[in-house]
């Protein structure tokens, strides 16, 4: 019987495929029967033999519709490529926040999919984020710092509060930020900073808020930042 329920417990969960290096565009059926779109990047040389590290990104605000594969291709990948990580990055539930409850949701289950079904280091794992993405990084950070090891928020407002938080912080932002302007960002940073907390920020110039593919050489400084933090 225990081997019985076993079997049906890894039935009912949700899985996803394994697949070869290179960026594959797939969709998870979530809780419901509602469809979770997302973009995967497989880093070369990756094997289940051996644990890899793991990125969250989360995309800026707009349409929704394959957001996720645009973020992955345009900052995310190509700045945190050295990294070695397997890279997901999913498409909103509609129009809104990522702190929406089906928003929340869908990113949890897609998470725990994920993790089911590759060889992640548990210990070396990211969320980042551009713009709703960057707003979004802070909040899965604050809600589960059970899960990441480090939020790496791009062009995001912070929360109004960062009380009790924990959790090492590189946050990437522009001065000539229009839409995000920088201030919040470097009140918080000094904020965790005072409490001890592992926090920086990377001060770009010259940048607007909508040229998503100038931040990639300072989302780029993560890499080093983050291979010391998990010395």
Same mark, same amino acid.
């Given at each position: 019987?225990?081997? %019985?329920?076993? /079997?049906?417990?890894?039935? /009912? ?9 290179? @960026?594959?565009?797939? +969709? ?5 029967? &509602? ?11 990756? #094997? ?7 990125? %969250?990104?989360?995309?800026? /605000?707009?349409?929704?519709? *394959?957001?996720?594969?645009? @973020?992955?291709?345009? %900052? ?10 397997? $890279?997901?990055?999913? *498409? ?17 289950? %897609? ?5 089911? #079904?590759?060889?992640? *280091? ?18 899965? /950070?604050? =809600?589960?710092? &059970? ?18 938080? =924990? ?17 919040? +960002?470097?009140?918080? $940073? =000094? ?5 001890? @907390?592992?926090?920086?920020?990377? +001060?770009? #110039? ?16 993560? @890499? ?6 998990? =010395?």
């Amino acid at each position: 019987m225990p081997n %019985l329920l076993l /079997a049906l417990a890894m039935f /009912a969960a949700p899985q996803v495929p394994v697949l070869s290096p290179g @960026v594959h565009s797939l +969709t998870l059926q979530g809780a419901g029967g &509602q469809p979770i779109h997302y973009a995967i990047s497989i880093p070369a040389g990756y #094997s289940q033999s051996a644990r890899v590290p793991f990125v %969250l990104a989360l995309h800026f /605000a707009g349409d929704p519709r *394959d957001a996720g594969k645009a @973020v992955l291709e345009i %900052l995310v990948r190509p700045a945190l490529a050295d990294l070695g990580a397997i $890279i997901v990055a999913p *498409d909103a539930l509609g129009t809104g926040d990522w702190s929406t409850p089906e928003n929340d949701r869908a990113v949890n289950q %897609l998470l725990d999919a994920v993790m089911a #079904s590759y060889s992640i *280091d548990t210990k070396k794992m990211v969320v980042t984020g551009f713009s709703m993405g960057g707003r979004g990084t802070w909040y899965f /950070a604050g =809600k589960y710092p &059970q899960r990441f090891s480090a939020a790496i928020p791009v062009a995001g407002v912070p929360p109004a509060s960062i009380a009790g938080w =924990k959790m090492p912080v590189l946050a990437v932002h522009s001065r000539n930020d229009e839409v995000a302007p920088i201030a919040p +960002t470097e009140q918080r $940073i =000094k904020e965790l900073e005072k409490l001890g @907390v592992h926090a920086e920020l990377i +001060t770009l #110039s010259g940048i607007t808020h909508f040229q998503t593919y100038r931040f990639v050489d300072g989302l780029k400084r993560a @890499v080093p930042w983050l291979k010391e933090l998990w =010395k």
